[in-house]
């Protein structure tokens, strides 16, 4: 196809609208379909230009399988028309954000599209806690982990690595899977008391954050019975002085 058109697909970080990059909040302005995450909140939605068709195509994590097929079909759908069409995910477009997916039936489409970063969670939940994510001769790796996968459950990690590694473990979709993935990591040979913490809602008015060990986390959050999306941290870069 030659009539201009070009997909957008930029995260919008983790929920607070000042978290957005400029350029997204320019291509919000100007975007005329906006295909957005049902995490796209309220706050960021607003920014958007007024004549935009804003189509809300997403699920929440851990939810029922999302429809991946049918948002590729609008989104091809829509560029075709030739309208700017922003694909807008939360957090960052390529960490557990389907971009491939979505990359593949534009290329199969022959539209063109460019990607744009957005802040993912592990790095907004890292400035909330004002730990970071690594720490001299401490904590030299950060791992992106899933912790709900297709298969319904926590993905077949290979918790051993993971546990000798001592880096930090970024642990998103991770609230129901935690009391699992805990008791994985501490077989493997990470001890209980390794600090923990919990961010929900980062950076949105609801935000709640829990500091905790391996051990005491997943008792500490089913108390809490969390409603929003919340980021997991793992690991000795955690630890308060
Ligand atoms: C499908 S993943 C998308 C991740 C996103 N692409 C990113 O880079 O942050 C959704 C998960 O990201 C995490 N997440 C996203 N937004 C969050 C927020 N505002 N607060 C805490 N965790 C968040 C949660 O673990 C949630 O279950």
Redesign the pocket.
């Known amino acids: 196809m030659d009539n201009g058109a070009k997909v957008f697909l930029a995260?919008a970080?983790?929920?607070?609208a000042d978290l957005l990059t400029v350029k997204t909040l320019r291509l919000l302005e100007r975007a005329e379909v906006v295909l957005h995450?049902s995490?796209i909140g309220a706050d960021v939605l607003a920014l958007a230009n007024p004549n935009a068709n804003l189509i809300d195509v997403g699920k929440?994590?851990?939810g029922k399988a999302s429809p991946q097929a049918e948002i590729c079909r609008l989104l091809v759908e829509a560029a075709q028309s030739g309208a700017l069409v922003l694909r807008l995910?939360?957090?960052?477009?390529?960490?557990?954000?389907?971009a491939t997916e979505e990359m593949e039936a534009l290329r199969a489409a022959g539209i063109p599209f460019e990607v744009v970063p957005?802040?993912?969670?592990?790095s907004?939940?890292a400035a909330a806690l004002a730990a970071s994510l690594t720490r001299r001769d401490i904590s030299r790796a950060v791992h992106f982990l899933?912790?709900?996968g297709s298969e319904g459950g926590l993905p077949p990690h290979d918790w051993a690595a993971l546990a000798a590694a001592g880096g930090t473990l970024a642990?998103?979709?991770?609230?129901r899977t935690l009391p699992v993935l805990a008791a994985k990591l501490t077989a493997a040979g990470m001890s209980p008391d390794m600090p923990a913490a919990a961010?929900?809602?980062?950076?949105?008015p609801g935000?709640r954050i829990w500091r905790a060990s391996l051990g005491t986390l997943p008792g500490l959050l089913a108390r809490a019975a969390p409603g929003?999306?919340?980021?997991?941290l793992i690991g000795q870069a955690l630890a308060q002085e």
């Open positions: 995260g970080g983790p929920g607070g995450d995490l929440r994590c851990g995910k939360g957090g960052d477009p390529m960490i557990f954000g389907r957005g802040v993912t969670a592990a907004a939940a899933a912790a709900h642990v998103y979709m991770g609230v961010v929900e809602n980062v950076s949105l935000q929003g999306p919340v980021l997991l």
